[in-house]
């Protein structure tokens, strides 16, 4: 073979090597579940660590595993890379006295937009990876709550989604590190330490005062569901077609921010989704 065409050859042998397993090694696939092309964007500035309350997920979605929910007993739902991005609108042409159009000297407010990166190329999951020891504790912390779900499936999605953008970060490089590394954390911030009392309802203040010194007294973001009112200010357990419209706010979820560092950090987004400032019920 000639210098010219073995030089050919190689090239188009490391082309294809980098297709498939990428610079570091590793496979560059396409995560199927998303049905379209993965993304290549690795870059965001924090995490988010989702903590559910299983029974807010059954009376939300009408639908849940109750062998799991009975326990009563705080679940992780997933560890989520996050881009803050922060933007001031420019100011709009203002009209002077003249009828002439000025540009306005007051500035306008920063808007703060929060979003997860999803889909990135990497890994497909792998199932074998998964022995029976980290098996079993995913099953008792990260279960899926979905009545007909399959954990596996449950993970893989976690995984595909958001674990592959995560890799950046040592601890959460492998598949199985991210899933090693997210139980620890789990057990870190153990919200199952807390005072909170089942079937009563809290300010969204009280709730912040209990949570906080559980995640190293950093500010938490709330996440609450709408679940049907049966009308005696309880959820309904029945049909949700027959709720008249009527929703009671829930406690659900506890989101707790962390740096890539994987330490705790304030979280600035402060909207506390769907959550009263009547009350809300921890059910």
Request: hydrophobic fraction near 30%.
């Amino acid at each position: 073979m000639s210098h010219r065409w073995a030089t050919i050859f190689c090239f188009i042998l490391f082309q294809l090597i980098t297709t498939f397993y990428g610079i570091n090694g590793q496979v560059n696939a396409s995560p199927p579940i998303n049905g379209g092309s993965c993304s290549r964007n690795y870059e965001f500035d924090q995490f988010i660590l989702a903590i559910q309350w299983p029974v807010s997920f059954c009376y939300e979605k009408q639908e849940c595993n109750l062998q799991i929910a009975r326990n009563k007993k705080w679940l992780i739902h997933g560890l989520w890379p996050n881009r803050v991005q922060r933007s001031r609108p420019k100011p709009k042409p203002k009209r002077n006295d003249g009828g002439q159009t000025s540009n306005s000297s007051q500035r306008s407010a920063v808007t703060t937009i929060y979003n997860d990166i999803q889909f990135c190329c990497g890994p497909s999951y792998n199932q074998t990876s998964i022995n029976s020891k980290l098996y079993r504790e995913l099953i008792d912390k990260w279960p899926t709550l979905h009545s007909n779900g399959k954990h596996h499936g449950f993970w893989r999605h976690e995984w595909q989604k958001h674990g592959t953008c995560a890799r950046s970060v040592d601890q959460l490089k492998t598949q199985k590190a991210y899933f090693e590394t997210i139980l620890s954390m789990y057990n870190q911030f153990d919200l199952n330490r807390s005072s909170l009392q089942s079937n009563r309802t809290y300010q969204l203040a009280e709730l912040h005062r209990i949570i906080r010194p559980l995640v190293g007294g950093k500010r938490i973001r709330i996440e609450c569901s709408l679940a049907p009112n049966n009308g005696t200010g309880t959820p309904n357990t029945g049909n949700r077609s027959n709720n008249n419209g009527n929703k009671i706010s829930i406690f659900s979820e506890v989101h707790i921010c962390l740096n890539k560092s994987l330490q705790p950090i304030d979280c600035t987004r402060n909207d506390d989704y769907q959550c009263s400032k009547q009350g809300v019920l921890f059910p």
